[in-house]
């Protein structure tokens, strides 16, 4: 019996727990940007000095009317010389320029609809010959890192476990990478739940292959 409640209390667990978190996780964003947009506007223009409630998201609402208007301003003549301008301030403070620039390049390869980056999951071995870890391919290698080598060298970025915004870029041969059918966001729950959460998936689908090759010969 009491192994039965055990078993039926960490099911209980493993259901609620991704859930519980995600809408703490959630509502915490929404209070943050409320607690300090909200008071930013007018009171004549907040709806909450003419309301007995105050109003969840509120903030959050804002903030994405903002960067909307802030997008369609840059999209025209007037916006983007506005904006050169201010990239131009931005290019003349020695330190500012270095950071605002990495993160330009950042932001706009994640927003970029047309970027081909993390596509790709493979195997590399890492740290030594013979040990295997999973990353990502972002794109061939060009420049020095390219004209120091012979082979077509690939960047590829190694992520750690399990926090995969931090890691190391390696350029590595074409060549010595093993390209794994598996989506991008199955490697990344891979390495994100250390090993523990295996992506069923890239299972069924590698097993279907192997019935094609299998049949087929």
Known sequence: MWHKIRNYFLTGLVVAAPVAITIYLTWLFIETVDKNITPLIPAKYNPETYLPFSIPGLGVVVVFIALT???????????????????????????????YSTLKQIFETVASQSSSSFRDVVLVEYPRKGLWAIAFVTSEAKGPMQDV?????????????????????????KNDLHYLDMSVEEGIKYVISAGLVIPEDAIRRNEKNKATLTSDT
């Open 69 to 99: 208007l802030l997008g369609a301003l840059t999209a025209n003549f007037f916006g983007r010389r506005l904006l050169g301008l201010g990239e131009k301030a931005m290019g003349s403070m020695p330190v500012v320029r270095s950071i």
């Open 149 to 173: 080598v012979e082979e077509t060298v690939v960047n590829v970025f190694l992520p750690t476990t399990p926090n995969p915004t931090s890691g190391f870029l390696l350029f590595v041969p």
